[in-house]
Structure formats: structure tokens, C-alpha cells
């Protein structure tokens, strides 16, 4: 079975400008989750999509969004991009979410390094 | 905040010793707890989860011990290979806005020595 895929691995931005990363899980996972992974603040929870709804947001500004598709694909985007947004942004998918149960275990992707100039 | 404690930052062993790695977590409904490993330029892989129903739980050379009344697990790796040298993330699931989401450690820089 295919793992987490995300793409593209690498970008680079200047300020100011907008940015649309995409995430496919592993087949027959519906839900999505996003991290955002820096040096100074480790791996940080952004949200969490669920049959195309958002189902849980972590304390990150109004700038950083996304969004799921029917065929649990997860794009997120980020707006008027600043110099502190550079980081690693890791997708993670599991079968049924923060559910609590044993389909809530996560699998992430090779993550999409952005830097932001 | 409801967070995640992990000690310690940075971990040098030889090959062969053990190594163990420890976190504390605040939230006490918090009730499964994953354990990554990342490698350079890689995105975190599990390597071993626990629920709160269980109290330990063994895979080969790891395993992963729970204490829900003092609030903390523990990651145990032995006869450790260089292989093993990563950055090692605990978890705890809890509660964020009113849902579960997963809350990570600070990390360990593992280093085994050939």
C-alpha cells in the first residue's frame, strides 16, 4: 500500500506571496491532519480534516487554511506568507482520526520544506 | 496549555548499551500515546504506540512502558545499532478546542556510537 505523499518536496517564496500544498494519504484513510515543524517550536498541530470538514484547528493565525476533497485529498494554504512561516509542513493521515479508537493512528508523509525569503 | 515534556534533548550511547527515553504529559483523559522516529530529511515514522489500557508493550528491541497515574511513558531501545540514530518524538492525544489532537515532545537526538 502507497504511504502519505506530498508535494512539492521543496519551495521556496518570497513575502508576501501565497502558498498551496498538497497532501494525498494512504488509500482508504479519511482523514488528514497538518503540522507545521520548526527548530525553535518542534512539531505543531494545525488541523484536521475529516470526510472533507474541518474537524479541529490548533492556535495558528487566520492566514493558514486548507481544505479536503472528496477523495480525501488535503490541500492547505498559506496567505501573505512572512519570513517565520519558513518550516517544514508534515501531512499525516490515519483511517478515522482523533477518534480515540485504533483508527486513530497516524502516518505522515515526507513533509514539504518551505522557505520563505 | 495541555503539553507534552520529553527528556532528555540529546542522547549518546554505545552500540549494544540501552537507551531510554522519557515523557510526561499534563492532560490526564489523554489515553493513546505514539512514539516517532525521524531521520534526516524524512518525515516522523511510528515506531511504537500505547493505549491507556495497557501498561506496557513490547516490539523486538523496543518498548514502550505507561504510567497513568503519574502521568508519564517512556520509550526503551536495546542492543541499540547506528542504525537507531534519529530524533525520537513522543505523543500524547489531547484535548485541543474540544477534540483530541495529537501533542508532540520536544524531541531526542539519539546518537549510537559504532
Known amino acids: 500500500k502507497a504511504g502519505v505523499t506530498q508535494t512539492p518536496r521543496y519551495l521556496i517564496k518570497t513575502r508576501g506571496q501565497q502558498v498551496t500544498l498538497s497532501c494525498s494519504p494512504i488509500?482508504?484513510?479519511?482523514?488528514v491532519s497538518w503540522y507545521q515543524q520548526t527548530p525553535g517550536q518542534g512539531l505543531q498541530f494545525l488541523f484536521e480534516?475529516?470526510?472533507?470538514?474541518?474537524?479541529n484547528k490548533g492556535n495558528f493565525p487566520g492566514r493558514f487554511s486548507g481544505r479536503q476533497f472528496s477523495n480525501s485529498r488535503s490541500e492547505m494554504n498559506v496567505s501573505t506568507l512572512e519570513l517565520g512561516d519558513s518550516a517544514l509542513y508534515l501531512c499525516?493521515?490515519?483511517?478515522?482520526?482523533?477518534?480515540?479508537?485504533?483508527?486513530?493512528?497516524?502516518?505522515f508523509g515526507p513533509g514539504t520544506r518551505l522557505t520563505v525569503l | 496549555g495541555e503539553n507534552v515534556e520529553q527528556h532528555p534533548s540529546t542522547l549518546s550511547v554505545q552500540e549494544g548499551d540501552s537507551a531510554v527515553i522519557k515523557c510526561t504529559y499534563s492532560?490526564?483523559?489523554?489515553?493513546?500515546f505514539p512514539w516517532y522516529k525521524q531521520e534526516l530529511g524524512k518525515g516522523p515514522q511510528l515506531i511504537i504506540d500505547?493505549?491507556?489500557?495497557?501498561g506496557e508493550k513490547k516490539d523486538q528491541r523496543i518498548a514502550v512502558t505507561l504510567n497513568k497515574t503519574a502521568k508519564h511513558f517512556s520509550l526503551h531501545i536495546t542492543e541499540t545499532q547506528p542504525e537507531d540514530s534519529a530524533v525520537y518524538f513522543c505523543?500524547?492525544?489531547?484535548?485541543?478546542?474540544?477534540?483530541?489532537?495529537?501533542?508532540f515532545g520536544s524531541g531526542t537526538r539519539l546518537q549510537v556510537q559504532p
Open positions: 499525516a493521515s490515519s483511517l478515522a482520526g482523533t477518534s480515540g479508537g485504533a483508527g486513530d493512528t497516524q502516518y
Open positions: 505523543a500524547a492525544s489531547i484535548f485541543v478546542a474540544g477534540r483530541r489532537a495529537l501533542t
Open positions: 500505547i493505549r491507556s489500557n495497557v
Open positions: 488509500s482508504g484513510h479519511r482523514s
Open positions: 492532560d490526564s483523559a489523554s489515553n493513546y
Open positions: 480534516y475529516f470526510s472533507e470538514t474541518q474537524r
